[in-house]
């Protein structure tokens, strides 16, 4: 009995020893929120309000622009109130929701927004990163449609674009023939007449399934299509609604008019919503990373969008995506890296290859969801699957049963179906874990952003009054400081080393050395004690450069490293013999 007693007493004390592993992994948060539930655009501002009320310190937002219907573009700024101005240090992008039916978007930006204002103080990894590098926090990019898409008639597939009139049948009516929702179910679904003639019957065992009957053979159903009355009386349904613009295709880089790319807009950044991001990301030139959230399909995706564009991601900005897509197959179970026109489809006037291309910046788009998930054990997801999973896991709330409805062109139909639930979105019990894998996928790609540090001064007295000082600047992440997409075509402001003497000593000559050893270098014309480095400081690497000065011995000099970005350096030197 003895040695039971004592042996519960260390088991005991164990727990009580790993109390604090245990309770480190929940951070509790001051705002309660839920993801195991979708929020609406009205939803989504008020809770990015009381995060920034809550935290106070940590958080601010603020409106960038208004949508086409006068809707706030609500962002976050992530960034310690006591450290540097978020302007003063790299910063991460991250946005979601641009089309208006891919709505885990938004609840992905809200949840990483909610998880590092909770993290802050709590997680060391997170604090530091938030030390390190600012956040801007966009979770609604589209907010008209997203607003329709909650409170109107919808589908898994639209609304996509903003909510621009449009005639879009070209009968110089605008938005007549939209949508209808004729049992009320708030979704599109589908349409069936019986029919002698038809192909299709309707299965004896569960009538919720359509099969196709053999050629030659007839059936009883003929299927109508979409639910949906032809309004306009042009013969056609529902083919002028109420979306214009797929806002993917309104950004300036490899733009292409509407007869070229569907829903491009009049001209790039047409929409008052992409201009409202463009606007916001051109006046911040440290952001160094960007992420836009889609859905569906399990994809890491990087630019280009066309073939033509390749030139546009050379080598050494290639090795950096394939650093941060490969964690990201790591972190995200059946989720694939892929090149947007390689392995998706041609893209032109797309996000993430705007800031990738012609901005420099290491831009990612992720489509949200992935088939394999549903089952989490392979890809495959056949009919007889997807009808277990929709009764036995989500309990039938992803389908509307058939009922019977008058139609005033085709008399008695069938209209039901999967709703707008049915595909793309995420289930919402797997909602948080999808969130919070895509968030540690940002925070790893927040990681690699530049991180300049001062490695190594070295000091030599070459003469009386004479030194040679050489300098190692290195960088932790695989971003470089200014991406080789950046130098090549002249973007943004060029890195400054800066060697700064007091009045009565001078920078007599410097230039690039490719190591210590080195008795000759690349010698910097015209200013050496200012230079201008334009490929700046490779990702996980070091620049090495050399300065010689003519100094009084015990001279305090200083030097400075700028950065677009990066956070400055600054360094103490003391040239002095010893």
């Known amino acids: 009995m003895k040695l039971f007693f004592n042996a519960m007493i260390g088991t005991c004390l164990g727990l009580l020893m790993s109390t604090p592993a245990v309770a480190q992994e929940h951070i509790k948060s001051r705002v309660d929120l839920s993801f195991n539930r979708y929020y609406d655009y009205d939803e989504i501002a008020d809770a990015m309000h009381k995060i920034a009320f809550a935290y106070p310190e940590l958080v601010e937002v603020r409106s960038i622009g208004k949508s086409g219907q006068g809707r706030d573009m609500w962002i976050a700024i992530v960034n310690p109130k006591s450290g540097p101005l978020d302007s003063d240090k790299p910063a991460m992008f991250i946005d979601g929701n641009i089309h208006g039916n891919e709505i885990q978007a938004a609840e992905t930006v809200l949840y990483t927004l909610w998880y590092l204002a909770k993290a802050y103080g709590e997680n060391d990894h997170l604090t530091e990163l938030m030390d390190n590098y600012a956040f801007y926090l966009l979770p609604v990019e589209n907010p008209d449609s997203r607003a329709w898409w909650f409170s109107k008639i919808a589908s898994p597939h639209g609304p996509r674009g903003n909510q621009r009139p449009q005639d879009d049948d070209g009968d110089g009516l605008i938005d007549e023939d939209g949508p209808d929702d004729l049992d009320g179910d708030g979704s599109t679904t589908q349409m069936w007449i019986r029919d002698p003639d038809g192909e299709w019957i309707r299965d004896r065992y569960d009538d919720r399934i359509f099969s196709r009957v053999p050629a030659g053979e007839k059936g009883e159903w003929t299927r109508l299509g979409q639910e949906g009355i032809d309004n306009d009386g042009d013969g056609r349904t529902n083919e002028d609604g109420t979306t214009a613009d797929d806002m993917n295709r309104n950004w300036p880089a490899d733009w292409k008019p509407n007869y070229v790319q569907r829903g491009a807009g009049f001209f790039p950044l047409s929409n008052p919503e992409t201009r409202s991001i463009a606007n916001f990301v051109a006046a911040k030139p440290n952001i160094a990373g960007y992420q836009s959230y889609h859905n569906s399909g399990g994809m ?56 990738g291309e012609s901005l420099g910046i290491i831009s990612f788009t992720n489509e949200l969801w992935a088939g394999g998930k549903y089952f989490q054990r392979d890809g495959t997801t056949d009919e007889a699957r997807m ?181 400055n350096l600054t360094h103490k030197v003391r040239i002095e013999s010893h």
């Open 300 to 355: 890491i995706l990087r630019g280009p969008g066309a073939s033509y564009r390749n030139d546009f991601y050379p080598g050494t900005d290639v090795r950096a995506y394939d650093t941060i897509a490969d964690m990201g197959e790591t972190l995200l179970p059946y989720y694939r890296s892929m090149v947007i026109y390689r392995d998706l489809y041609g893209v032109h006037g797309g996000e993430v290859n705007w800031t």
């Open 387 to 567: 009808w277990a999973w929709r009764d036995n896991l989500d309990f039938g709330q992803t389908f509307t049963p058939y009922t019977e409805v008058e139609h005033p062109e085709h008399g008695t139909v069938l209209v039901g179906g999967l709703n707008k639930w049915a595909s793309r979105n995420t289930p919402t019990f797997m909602l948080e874990e999808e969130a919070h894998r895509n968030f540690a996928f940002t925070m790893f790609h927040a990681g690699q952003m530049p991180r300049l540090a001062v490695e190594q001064v070295d000091l030599e007295n070459l003469a009386e009054g004479l030194w040679q000082i050489t300098v190692e600047i290195s960088n932790e992440g695989a971003i470089p400081s200014r991406t080789e997409i950046m130098s090549r075509r002249g973007i943004g402001t060029k890195d400054i080393l800066e060697l700064r003497l007091p009045e009565g000593a001078r920078v007599v000559m410097s230039g690039a050395i490719s190591n210590r050893r080195d008795t000759s270098m690349n010698e910097v014309r015209f200013e050496p004690g200012r230079v201008l480095l334009d490929r700046g400081v490779p990702g996980k690497g070091s620049i090495l450069h050399r300065f010689i000065v003519e100094a009084p011995d015990g001279t305090d000099a200083e030097l400075v490293y700028t950065a677009e970005k990066a956070k």
